[in-house]
């Protein structure tokens, strides 16, 4: 069982590229989340999904997009990277009712 | 909306010594709660959660917290800890629907 998977783990883009990170899951869960992880402030939500084809903002979108087509897969879009994006990403699962959260193992990026 | 407060982002102990980390939490329902760790260059782990009935509730590695909703308060502690568990730690608050906002994280740094 995977559980949540999510590539790349590192990756290293130019001022103004454009890239998706990918992130799939197993269990069926509807919800799933964006967040990044920043030293000293958290986690902290960017985009969430409840399902197929509904997803909604969290608390830093900007910069970001997302789409949810099928129940599995949850990619987040960097459309036009910023040094102000370099950062830890998450991807999380959610157990229905609970929220109780699996995560990916984080990708790493990096904006020069 | 839901918010978390971890009172304190660094905590250094010697090893062997108990330990509390703290954190309050701010919800205008009944909510869940977590906490969650993470050892260096990893992704988060689940330690524990409450989501009714007793309010102290035991995690794994030795771990245990207390769920004081006049104080809303979720603090977690260990009666003595190792060096093994130097790590970050995040309290989370879901408030019985799908979104999980997370605390700031607190540094636990165990010392020989």
């Known amino acids: 069982n995977a559980g949540v998977t999510q590539t790349p783990k590192f990756q290293v883009l130019k001022t103004g590229q454009s890239m998706t990170l990918q992130c799939a899951q197993d269990m069926n869960h509807e919800y799933m989340s964006w967040y990044r992880q920043d030293p000293g402030m958290g986690l902290r939500l960017i985009h969430y999904s409840v399902g197929a084809g509904i997803t909604d903002q969290g608390e830093v979108p900007n910069g970001y997009n997302v789409s949810r087509s099928t129940t599995e897969d949850f990619p987040l879009r960097l459309l036009s990277a910023a040094p102000s994006q370099t950062s830890v990403y998450f991807c999380?699962?959610?157990?229905?009712?609970?929220?109780?959260?699996?995560f990916g193992q984080g990708t790493r990026l990096t904006v020069v | 909306a839901q918010s978390v407060t971890q009172l304190d982002s660094q905590v250094p102990v010697f090893e062997e010594a108990p330990v509390e980390l703290r954190c309050n939490y701010s919800s205008s329902v009944s909510v869940y709660l977590f906490w969650y760790v993470q050892y260096p260059n990893q992704g988060l782990q689940l330690l524990l959660k409450?989501?009714?009935?007793?309010?102290l509730v035991k995690g794994i590695n030795g771990f245990e917290a207390e769920f004081n909703k006049s104080q809303t308060s979720f603090h977690l502690r260990k009666p003595s800890v190792h060096i093994s568990d130097t790590a970050e730690y995040f309290c989370?608050?879901?408030?019985?629907?799908?979104?999980?906002?997370f605390g700031a994280g607190t540094i636990l740094r165990v010392k020989s």
């Open positions: 999380a699962s959610l157990r229905p009712g609970i929220a109780e959260a699996f």
């Open positions: 989370a608050v879901s408030d019985y629907g799908n979104k999980l906002v």
């Open positions: 409450y989501l009714s009935g007793s309010t």
